[in-house]
Protein backbone atom coordinates (compact mmCIF):
# COMPACT_ATOMS: atom_id res chain seq x y z
CA UNK A 1 0.00 0.00 0.00
CA UNK A 2 2.65 2.42 1.06
CA UNK A 3 4.95 1.81 -2.21
CA UNK A 4 1.92 2.82 -3.75
CA UNK A 5 2.16 6.27 -2.68
CA UNK A 6 5.53 7.33 -4.59
CA UNK A 7 4.02 6.38 -7.81
CA UNK A 8 0.55 6.67 -7.94
CA UNK A 9 -1.29 9.24 -10.05
CA UNK A 10 -3.06 11.81 -7.79
CA UNK A 11 -7.07 11.97 -7.48
CA UNK A 12 -9.29 14.21 -5.54
CA UNK A 13 -10.73 13.33 -1.97
CA UNK A 14 -13.96 12.69 -2.33
CA UNK A 15 -16.92 13.32 0.63
CA UNK A 16 -17.09 9.55 0.88
CA UNK A 17 -13.76 8.79 0.98
CA UNK A 18 -13.37 11.60 4.35
CA UNK A 19 -16.84 10.07 5.61
CA UNK A 20 -15.03 6.67 5.68
CA UNK A 21 -11.80 7.33 7.03
CA UNK A 22 -13.76 9.34 9.93
CA UNK A 23 -16.60 7.13 10.78
CA UNK A 24 -16.66 3.39 11.50
CA UNK A 25 -15.13 0.63 13.07
CA UNK A 26 -11.23 0.40 13.26
CA UNK A 27 -10.59 -1.75 10.62
CA UNK A 28 -12.85 -0.08 8.13
CA UNK A 29 -11.38 3.16 8.64
CA UNK A 30 -7.67 2.21 8.47
CA UNK A 31 -9.14 0.27 4.93
CA UNK A 32 -10.71 3.63 4.26
CA UNK A 33 -7.09 5.14 4.88
CA UNK A 34 -5.13 2.38 2.82
CA UNK A 35 -7.16 3.44 -0.22
CA UNK A 36 -7.43 6.95 0.47
CA UNK A 37 -3.32 7.24 0.00
CA UNK A 38 -3.17 5.02 -3.00
CA UNK A 39 -3.51 7.94 -4.69
CA UNK A 40 -3.12 11.35 -2.51
CA UNK A 41 -4.31 15.10 -3.33
CA UNK A 42 -3.64 17.89 -1.03
CA UNK A 43 -6.96 17.88 0.01
CA UNK A 44 -6.62 14.38 1.22
CA UNK A 45 -2.95 15.80 3.20
CA UNK A 46 -5.21 18.56 5.05
CA UNK A 47 -7.68 16.18 5.82
CA UNK A 48 -5.37 13.56 7.86
CA UNK A 49 -3.34 16.53 9.35
CA UNK A 50 -6.56 17.51 10.61
CA UNK A 51 -7.64 13.49 11.60
CA UNK A 52 -3.93 13.83 13.50
CA UNK A 53 -4.57 16.81 15.13
CA UNK A 54 -8.12 15.46 16.46
CA UNK A 55 -9.71 18.51 14.69
CA UNK A 56 -12.13 16.21 12.94
CA UNK A 57 -16.15 16.21 13.65
CA UNK A 58 -18.81 14.38 11.90
CA UNK A 59 -22.60 15.94 11.42
CA UNK A 60 -25.40 15.87 8.90
CA UNK A 61 -23.61 12.46 7.38
CA UNK A 62 -20.05 14.11 6.58
CA UNK A 63 -16.96 14.53 8.00
CA UNK A 64 -15.72 18.10 8.62
CA UNK A 65 -12.76 20.08 9.73
CA UNK A 66 -12.71 21.98 12.52
CA UNK A 67 -10.86 25.40 11.85
CA UNK A 68 -11.67 28.07 15.23
CA UNK A 69 -15.15 28.19 15.22
CA UNK A 70 -16.23 27.11 11.70
CA UNK A 71 -16.48 23.44 10.09
CA UNK A 72 -14.77 22.91 6.71
CA UNK A 73 -15.66 20.87 3.90
CA UNK A 74 -12.54 18.55 3.27
CA UNK A 75 -13.20 18.02 -0.38
CA UNK A 76 -13.87 21.68 -1.01
CA UNK A 77 -12.52 23.60 1.50
CA UNK A 78 -15.74 26.02 1.84
CA UNK A 79 -15.85 27.12 5.71
CA UNK A 80 -19.52 26.97 7.06
CA UNK A 81 -21.49 27.33 10.54
CA UNK A 82 -20.24 24.40 12.94
CA UNK A 83 -23.18 22.27 13.04
CA UNK A 84 -24.95 21.64 15.87
CA UNK A 85 -25.10 17.92 16.05
CA UNK A 86 -21.30 17.79 15.53
CA UNK A 87 -18.99 14.96 17.26
CA UNK A 88 -15.46 14.74 17.72
CA UNK A 89 -13.55 11.82 15.99
CA UNK A 90 -12.01 9.62 18.24
CA UNK A 91 -8.70 7.95 16.82
CA UNK A 92 -6.94 5.01 18.71
CA UNK A 93 -3.32 4.62 19.07
CA UNK A 94 -3.76 1.61 16.07
CA UNK A 95 -5.55 3.95 13.55
CA UNK A 96 -2.81 6.93 15.05
CA UNK A 97 -0.35 4.98 13.79
CA UNK A 98 -1.54 4.07 10.38
CA UNK A 99 -2.15 7.90 10.11
CA UNK A 100 1.27 8.83 10.83
CA UNK A 101 2.77 6.37 8.86
CA UNK A 102 0.32 7.81 5.95
CA UNK A 103 1.73 11.40 6.69
CA UNK A 104 5.33 10.16 6.95
CA UNK A 105 4.79 8.76 3.59
CA UNK A 106 3.38 11.92 1.85
CA UNK A 107 6.06 14.32 3.04
CA UNK A 108 8.90 12.01 1.19
CA UNK A 109 7.21 13.45 -1.75
CA UNK A 110 7.29 16.21 -1.22
CA UNK A 111 9.36 18.99 -3.00
CA UNK A 112 11.27 20.52 0.01
CA UNK A 113 13.95 18.17 0.34
CA UNK A 114 13.95 19.56 4.30
CA UNK A 115 10.45 18.50 4.36
CA UNK A 116 11.97 14.86 2.38
CA UNK A 117 14.44 14.71 5.16
CA UNK A 118 12.00 15.25 8.66
CA UNK A 119 9.65 12.40 7.00
CA UNK A 120 12.70 9.87 6.59
CA UNK A 121 13.85 10.28 9.71
CA UNK A 122 10.44 10.25 11.14
CA UNK A 123 10.15 6.78 9.38
CA UNK A 124 13.13 5.37 11.13
CA UNK A 125 12.17 5.85 14.62
CA UNK A 126 9.18 3.48 13.87
CA UNK A 127 10.72 1.22 11.07
CA UNK A 128 9.51 -1.92 10.82
CA UNK A 129 9.86 -4.39 7.67
CA UNK A 130 6.62 -3.57 6.18
CA UNK A 131 7.70 -0.23 5.79
CA UNK A 132 10.62 -1.56 3.14
CA UNK A 133 8.54 -0.87 -0.12
CA UNK A 134 8.51 2.29 0.41
CA UNK A 135 11.62 3.22 1.60
CA UNK A 136 13.32 1.59 -1.44
CA UNK A 137 10.80 3.13 -3.42
CA UNK A 138 11.72 6.25 -2.32
CA UNK A 139 15.40 5.18 -2.35
CA UNK A 140 15.47 5.12 -5.88
CA UNK A 141 13.58 8.57 -6.87
CA UNK A 142 16.04 10.38 -4.29
CA UNK A 143 18.53 12.81 -5.51
CA UNK A 144 19.81 14.53 -1.93
CA UNK A 145 22.44 13.36 -0.61
CA UNK A 146 21.29 13.99 3.03
CA UNK A 147 17.90 12.71 2.43
CA UNK A 148 19.68 9.50 0.48
CA UNK A 149 21.52 9.34 3.73
CA UNK A 150 18.07 9.39 6.51
CA UNK A 151 16.34 6.44 3.42
CA UNK A 152 19.35 4.58 4.19
CA UNK A 153 19.42 4.41 8.00
CA UNK A 154 15.70 4.12 8.04
CA UNK A 155 16.16 1.00 5.72
CA UNK A 156 18.30 -0.44 7.76
CA UNK A 157 16.50 -0.08 10.95
CA UNK A 158 13.63 -1.65 9.05
CA UNK A 159 16.45 -4.73 8.17
CA UNK A 160 17.19 -5.20 11.84
CA UNK A 161 13.39 -6.41 12.48
CA UNK A 162 14.01 -9.02 9.04
CA UNK A 163 13.78 -12.72 9.33
CA UNK A 164 17.26 -13.15 7.44
CA UNK A 165 20.05 -13.09 9.94
CA UNK A 166 22.43 -11.86 7.68
CA UNK A 167 20.21 -8.44 6.40
CA UNK A 168 19.97 -8.02 10.35
CA UNK A 169 24.32 -7.66 10.50
CA UNK A 170 24.21 -5.81 7.85
CA UNK A 171 21.56 -3.48 8.92
CA UNK A 172 23.94 -3.30 12.53
CA UNK A 173 27.02 -2.24 10.58
CA UNK A 174 24.67 0.34 8.36
CA UNK A 175 23.55 1.71 11.61
CA UNK A 176 26.95 1.81 12.91
CA UNK A 177 27.78 5.07 10.53
CA UNK A 178 25.07 6.72 12.34
CA UNK A 179 26.08 7.76 15.41
CA UNK A 180 23.23 9.18 17.29
CA UNK A 181 20.36 8.83 20.33
CA UNK A 182 18.26 7.10 18.24
CA UNK A 183 20.16 4.67 16.29
CA UNK A 184 21.89 3.37 19.66
CA UNK A 185 18.48 2.99 21.40
CA UNK A 186 17.37 0.83 18.23
CA UNK A 187 20.81 -1.01 18.31
CA UNK A 188 19.67 -1.91 21.71
CA UNK A 189 16.33 -2.88 21.66
CA UNK A 190 17.21 -5.39 19.19
CA UNK A 191 20.16 -6.75 21.04
CA UNK A 192 17.89 -7.44 24.12
CA UNK A 193 15.92 -9.26 22.03
CA UNK A 194 18.21 -10.81 19.48
CA UNK A 195 18.52 -14.99 19.61
CA UNK A 196 21.40 -15.09 16.78
CA UNK A 197 25.26 -15.17 18.61
CA UNK A 198 26.52 -14.26 15.60
CA UNK A 199 23.90 -10.85 14.93
CA UNK A 200 24.67 -10.43 18.80
CA UNK A 201 28.08 -9.99 18.33
CA UNK A 202 28.15 -7.72 15.45
CA UNK A 203 25.44 -5.80 17.31
CA UNK A 204 27.38 -5.60 20.11
CA UNK A 205 30.37 -3.97 17.87
CA UNK A 206 28.06 -1.40 16.55
CA UNK A 207 26.59 -0.73 20.03
CA UNK A 208 30.39 0.63 20.97
CA UNK A 209 31.20 2.50 17.98
CA UNK A 210 28.07 4.35 18.75
CA UNK A 211 29.08 4.64 21.85
CA UNK A 212 32.68 5.92 21.10
CA UNK A 213 31.09 8.95 18.81
CA UNK A 214 28.25 9.97 20.99
CA UNK A 215 31.00 10.03 23.99
CA UNK A 216 32.17 13.19 22.59
CA UNK A 217 28.57 14.76 22.48
CA UNK A 218 28.44 14.01 26.14
CA UNK A 219 31.80 15.71 27.25
CA UNK A 220 31.47 18.47 24.84
CA UNK A 221 27.90 19.25 26.16
CA UNK A 222 29.33 19.02 29.72
CA UNK A 223 32.15 21.72 28.69
CA UNK A 224 29.79 23.91 27.02
CA UNK A 225 26.87 23.76 30.29
CA UNK A 226 30.19 24.27 32.55
CA UNK A 227 30.96 27.72 30.18
CA UNK A 228 27.69 28.61 30.21
CA UNK A 229 27.20 28.39 34.04
CA UNK A 230 30.67 30.52 34.44
CA UNK A 231 29.52 33.09 31.66
CA UNK A 232 26.82 33.37 34.36
CA UNK A 233 28.63 34.00 37.25
CA UNK A 234 31.06 36.10 35.69
CA UNK A 235 28.43 38.58 34.91
CA UNK A 236 26.98 38.20 38.33
CA UNK A 237 30.32 38.48 40.10
CA UNK A 238 31.73 41.37 37.89
CA UNK A 239 29.57 44.09 39.56
CA UNK A 240 30.85 42.32 43.08
CA UNK A 241 34.61 42.75 41.96
CA UNK A 242 34.40 45.93 41.74
CA UNK A 243 32.02 47.28 44.63
CA UNK A 244 33.24 44.98 46.77
CA UNK A 245 36.78 44.03 45.26
CA UNK A 246 38.17 48.16 44.66
CA UNK A 247 36.06 49.75 46.90
CA UNK A 248 36.12 47.24 49.75
CA UNK A 249 32.19 47.69 50.23
CA UNK A 250 30.28 44.45 51.17
CA UNK A 251 27.67 44.73 49.30
CA UNK A 252 24.70 42.14 50.14
CA UNK A 253 22.64 44.28 48.12
CA UNK A 254 24.11 43.05 44.50
CA UNK A 255 21.94 40.47 44.66
CA UNK A 256 18.54 42.58 44.58
CA UNK A 257 20.64 45.09 42.59
CA UNK A 258 20.44 41.61 39.65
CA UNK A 259 16.82 41.62 40.70
CA UNK A 260 16.13 45.34 39.97
CA UNK A 261 17.85 44.82 36.29
CA UNK A 262 15.71 41.26 35.86
CA UNK A 263 12.46 43.16 36.53
CA UNK A 264 13.36 46.07 34.27
CA UNK A 265 13.76 43.24 31.35
CA UNK A 266 9.95 41.72 32.68
CA UNK A 267 8.76 45.61 32.44
CA UNK A 268 10.16 46.40 29.06
CA UNK A 269 9.19 43.19 27.60
CA UNK A 270 5.59 43.90 28.56
CA UNK A 271 5.35 47.24 27.18
CA UNK A 272 6.83 46.03 23.91
CA UNK A 273 3.86 43.44 23.80
CA UNK A 274 1.25 45.46 24.85
CA UNK A 275 2.31 49.07 22.62
CA UNK A 276 4.97 47.36 20.07
CA UNK A 277 4.18 43.80 19.75
CA UNK A 278 5.46 43.82 16.07
CA UNK A 279 9.13 44.85 17.34
CA UNK A 280 9.06 42.48 20.37
CA UNK A 281 11.84 40.23 19.24
CA UNK A 282 13.91 43.79 19.26
CA UNK A 283 12.81 44.41 23.03
CA UNK A 284 16.58 43.29 24.84
CA UNK A 285 17.86 45.99 22.82
CA UNK A 286 16.14 48.21 24.80
CA UNK A 287 15.55 46.36 28.16
CA UNK A 288 19.56 46.09 28.56
CA UNK A 289 20.36 49.15 28.60
CA UNK A 290 16.98 50.46 30.72
CA UNK A 291 17.96 47.36 33.09
CA UNK A 292 21.94 48.68 33.26
CA UNK A 293 20.82 52.47 33.77
CA UNK A 294 17.97 51.62 36.51
CA UNK A 295 20.31 49.37 38.45
CA UNK A 296 23.08 52.27 38.43
CA UNK A 297 20.82 54.85 39.49
CA UNK A 298 19.76 52.88 42.57
CA UNK A 299 23.36 51.99 43.65
CA UNK A 300 23.93 55.38 43.59
CA UNK A 301 21.40 56.70 45.46
CA UNK A 302 22.55 53.83 47.75
CA UNK A 303 25.96 54.87 47.87
CA UNK A 304 25.45 59.00 48.20
CA UNK A 305 22.50 58.19 50.72
CA UNK A 306 24.34 55.22 53.05
CA UNK A 307 27.44 53.97 52.16
CA UNK A 308 29.17 57.15 52.33
CA UNK A 309 29.14 57.34 55.71
CA UNK A 310 30.42 54.03 56.35
CA UNK A 311 33.71 53.70 54.34
CA UNK A 312 36.11 52.03 56.11
CA UNK A 313 34.01 50.18 58.08
CA UNK A 314 33.07 46.89 56.45
CA UNK A 315 31.04 45.00 58.88
CA UNK A 316 28.58 48.17 58.99
CA UNK A 317 28.16 48.68 54.51
CA UNK A 318 27.25 44.52 55.02
CA UNK A 319 24.45 44.88 57.54
CA UNK A 320 23.34 48.29 55.93
CA UNK A 321 23.14 46.43 52.41
CA UNK A 322 21.60 43.76 53.87
CA UNK A 323 18.98 45.98 54.93
CA UNK A 324 18.84 47.72 51.82
CA UNK A 325 18.37 44.29 50.38
CA UNK A 326 15.30 43.72 52.04
CA UNK A 327 13.81 46.72 51.52
CA UNK A 328 14.36 46.27 47.55
CA UNK A 329 12.58 42.85 48.22
CA UNK A 330 9.58 44.03 49.54
CA UNK A 331 9.15 47.25 47.36
CA UNK A 332 9.28 44.52 44.18
CA UNK A 333 7.02 42.21 45.93
CA UNK A 334 4.66 45.03 46.19
CA UNK A 335 4.85 46.32 43.18
CA UNK A 336 4.34 43.01 41.18
CA UNK A 337 3.30 40.36 43.64
CA UNK A 338 5.29 37.26 45.50
CA UNK A 339 5.19 35.00 42.33
CA UNK A 340 7.44 34.90 39.82
CA UNK A 341 6.58 36.28 36.49
CA UNK A 342 7.55 35.40 32.95
CA UNK A 343 10.28 37.14 30.70
CA UNK A 344 10.04 35.32 27.04
CA UNK A 345 13.09 34.87 25.13
CA UNK A 346 12.86 36.67 21.51
CA UNK A 347 12.50 34.17 18.44
CA UNK A 348 15.76 34.99 17.49
CA UNK A 349 17.12 33.49 20.79
CA UNK A 350 14.93 30.44 20.65
CA UNK A 351 16.28 26.88 19.54
CA UNK A 352 19.55 25.74 19.25
CA UNK A 353 22.76 24.71 17.13
CA UNK A 354 22.41 21.17 16.64
CA UNK A 355 26.22 20.51 16.01
CA UNK A 356 26.45 16.94 16.76
CA UNK A 357 23.52 14.46 16.91
CA UNK A 358 23.97 14.48 20.60
CA UNK A 359 24.67 17.67 21.17
CA UNK A 360 22.58 21.13 20.84
CA UNK A 361 23.75 24.40 22.04
CA UNK A 362 20.70 26.74 23.18
CA UNK A 363 20.70 29.94 21.65
CA UNK A 364 20.08 31.72 24.46
CA UNK A 365 22.70 30.14 26.53
CA UNK A 366 25.39 30.69 23.32
CA UNK A 367 23.78 34.53 23.75
CA UNK A 368 24.62 34.82 26.94
CA UNK A 369 28.30 33.72 27.11
CA UNK A 370 29.23 36.42 24.07
CA UNK A 371 27.14 39.19 26.08
CA UNK A 372 29.95 38.43 29.15
CA UNK A 373 32.49 38.23 27.29
CA UNK A 374 31.26 41.68 25.56
CA UNK A 375 30.62 42.93 29.40
CA UNK A 376 33.57 41.82 30.73
CA UNK A 377 35.56 43.51 27.22
CA UNK A 378 33.62 46.80 28.51
CA UNK A 379 34.15 46.64 31.84
CA UNK A 380 38.03 45.88 31.29
CA UNK A 381 38.31 48.98 28.48
CA UNK A 382 36.51 51.14 30.93
CA UNK A 383 38.77 50.55 34.03
CA UNK A 384 42.30 50.33 31.81
CA UNK A 385 41.96 52.69 29.05
CA UNK A 386 39.55 55.89 30.59
CA UNK A 387 39.44 59.18 32.83
CA UNK A 388 36.87 57.10 35.45
CA UNK A 389 39.05 53.65 35.40
CA UNK A 390 42.66 56.03 36.23
CA UNK A 391 40.12 57.74 38.73
CA UNK A 392 39.01 54.61 40.06
CA UNK A 393 42.30 52.97 40.34
CA UNK A 394 44.11 56.08 41.72
CA UNK A 395 41.49 56.47 44.73
CA UNK A 396 41.85 52.21 45.18
CA UNK A 397 45.61 52.10 45.20
CA UNK A 398 46.07 55.95 47.72
CA UNK A 399 42.63 57.95 48.58
CA UNK A 400 44.83 60.36 50.15
CA UNK A 401 46.94 61.04 46.99
CA UNK A 402 44.32 60.80 44.73
CA UNK A 403 42.69 63.55 46.37
CA UNK A 404 45.76 65.67 46.72
CA UNK A 405 45.91 66.00 43.21
CA UNK A 406 42.87 67.25 42.44
CA UNK A 407 40.86 63.92 41.86
CA UNK A 408 36.84 64.39 43.40
CA UNK A 409 37.08 61.05 44.81
CA UNK A 410 33.47 61.42 46.33
CA UNK A 411 32.66 61.40 43.27
CA UNK A 412 34.28 58.74 41.61
CA UNK A 413 33.09 56.33 45.22
CA UNK A 414 29.61 57.31 43.26
CA UNK A 415 30.15 56.41 39.86
CA UNK A 416 32.48 53.47 40.70
CA UNK A 417 29.28 52.06 42.64
CA UNK A 418 27.07 53.26 40.21
CA UNK A 419 28.68 51.13 37.45
CA UNK A 420 29.17 48.32 39.42
CA UNK A 421 25.27 48.33 40.30
CA UNK A 422 24.64 48.87 36.38
CA UNK A 423 26.79 45.77 35.62
CA UNK A 424 24.81 43.50 38.33
CA UNK A 425 21.56 45.17 36.48
CA UNK A 426 22.86 43.73 33.24
CA UNK A 427 23.39 40.51 34.97
CA UNK A 428 19.74 40.73 35.82
CA UNK A 429 18.61 41.12 32.13
CA UNK A 430 20.72 38.19 31.09
CA UNK A 431 19.66 36.03 34.27
CA UNK A 432 15.87 36.33 33.16
CA UNK A 433 16.46 34.97 29.95
CA UNK A 434 17.46 31.27 31.46
CA UNK A 435 15.95 31.33 34.58
CA UNK A 436 12.70 32.80 36.48
CA UNK A 437 12.27 36.36 37.81
CA UNK A 438 11.19 36.55 41.10
CA UNK A 439 12.10 38.91 44.76
CA UNK A 440 13.86 35.72 45.56
CA UNK A 441 16.44 36.11 42.68
CA UNK A 442 19.30 37.45 44.09
CA UNK A 443 19.49 35.39 46.90
CA UNK A 444 20.51 32.43 44.70
CA UNK A 445 23.45 33.74 43.00
CA UNK A 446 25.07 36.48 46.21
CA UNK A 447 26.70 33.50 47.21
CA UNK A 448 28.30 32.11 44.60
CA UNK A 449 29.16 35.99 43.40
CA UNK A 450 31.39 36.22 46.57
CA UNK A 451 33.28 32.98 46.23
CA UNK A 452 33.71 34.00 42.88
CA UNK A 453 35.38 37.43 44.07
CA UNK A 454 37.17 36.37 46.89
CA UNK A 455 38.67 32.71 44.75
CA UNK A 456 40.02 35.39 42.20
CA UNK A 457 41.51 37.52 44.15
CA UNK A 458 39.55 40.56 45.48
CA UNK A 459 39.90 43.69 43.30
CA UNK A 460 41.08 41.67 40.00
CA UNK A 461 38.95 41.45 37.02
CA UNK A 462 41.35 38.41 35.74
CA UNK A 463 41.00 36.65 38.90
CA UNK A 464 37.35 36.99 38.27
CA UNK A 465 37.31 35.87 34.96
CA UNK A 466 39.85 32.48 36.03
CA UNK A 467 37.31 31.94 38.91
CA UNK A 468 33.98 31.85 37.10
CA UNK A 469 34.98 29.85 34.41
CA UNK A 470 36.92 27.66 36.67
CA UNK A 471 34.07 26.86 38.97
CA UNK A 472 31.27 26.19 36.38
CA UNK A 473 33.16 24.37 34.45
CA UNK A 474 34.17 22.07 37.83
CA UNK A 475 30.72 22.05 38.86
CA UNK A 476 29.08 20.89 35.83
CA UNK A 477 31.52 17.82 35.60
CA UNK A 478 31.26 17.12 39.37
CA UNK A 479 27.54 17.04 38.87
CA UNK A 480 27.47 14.27 36.34
CA UNK A 481 29.43 12.23 39.05
CA UNK A 482 27.69 13.37 42.47
CA UNK A 483 24.87 15.14 41.61
CA UNK A 484 23.44 19.13 41.95
CA UNK A 485 24.04 18.80 45.89
CA UNK A 486 27.02 17.11 46.24
CA UNK A 487 28.95 19.03 43.59
CA UNK A 488 28.04 22.39 45.14
CA UNK A 489 29.60 20.97 48.59
CA UNK A 490 32.29 20.17 46.99
CA UNK A 491 32.92 23.07 45.15
CA UNK A 492 32.35 25.06 48.56
CA UNK A 493 35.29 23.04 50.51
CA UNK A 494 37.03 23.05 47.87
CA UNK A 495 37.46 27.17 47.86
CA UNK A 496 37.84 26.62 51.43
CA UNK A 497 41.12 24.51 50.96
CA UNK A 498 42.16 27.06 48.46
CA UNK A 499 41.66 29.67 50.09
CA UNK A 500 43.86 28.61 53.53
CA UNK A 501 46.25 27.69 51.47
CA UNK A 502 46.27 30.99 49.44
CA UNK A 503 44.43 33.71 51.25
CA UNK A 504 44.49 36.26 48.50
CA UNK A 505 42.87 33.67 46.06
CA UNK A 506 44.27 33.13 42.55
CA UNK A 507 45.65 36.85 42.40
CA UNK A 508 47.96 38.92 44.83
CA UNK A 509 44.94 41.58 46.79
CA UNK A 510 44.80 44.81 45.60
CA UNK A 511 42.74 46.96 47.53
CA UNK A 512 41.62 50.28 49.35
CA UNK A 513 42.42 48.25 52.53
Given at each position: MLAGLLSAPAQALTAEQAQAMAAGGSDSRIAALQAAVLAPDARTADFLRALADDTVVLAQGRAWMVQGKQAVDPVTGQAVLMPADAEAVVSNNRIRSEIDTALAAL????????KRLA?????QQDATPERLPLLEQALAQESDA??????????????????????????????????????????????????????????????????????????????????SLGSILLLVALGLAITYGLMGVINMAHGELMMVGA?????????????????????????????????????????????????????????????????????????????NVGVENPAWMSGGWQLLPNLMLPLNRVVIVLFAL????????????TRLGLFVRGVTQNRAMAACTGVNTARVDTLAFALGSG??????????????????????????????VVLGGVGQLAGTVYAALGLGVLNKFLEGWTGAVLAKIAVLVLIIVFIQKRPQGLFALKGRA
Open positions: DLRHAEAAAAQALAVQAALQQARAAALLGSSDAGQRMAAAAQLARAATPATRRLLSERLAEEGDDKVGKALTRALAEVDDRLAWGERLGVVFSGIYVTYVVQSLFRSYLPGGFDGYLLVAAPMAFLTAALVGAVMERGVLRFLYGRPLETLLATWGISLVLMQLVRSLFGAQAVLAGVAWLIARIAGLAGCALSQVGNVGPDLGKSYIVDAFMV
